[in-house]
């Protein structure tokens, strides 16, 4: 058991760069796709507000 959270830290420890690369695209392709959801509900919510709008005249 010892030997494997040793070998699980040095795993660690040298592929720490790439570990924390990894995250980094990840949180980025998570803070991209949260934009594009964002502008795709404010279109949305403007197309509902243009069609509800038209249909109360």
Do not use: H, T, Y
């Not at 796709?33 to 509800?52: C, D, G, M, T």
């Amino acid at each position: 058991m010892n030997k494997i959270s040793f070998s699980m830290q040095e795993f660690l420890q040298k592929d720490l760069s790439s570990s924390l690369l990894s995250i980094s695209v990840l949180l980025g392709w998570l803070g991209i796709s949260f934009v594009f959801l964002r502008i795709l509900a404010i279109i949305i919510k403007k197309i509902l507000e243009a069609v509800f709008k038209n249909s109360n005249k």
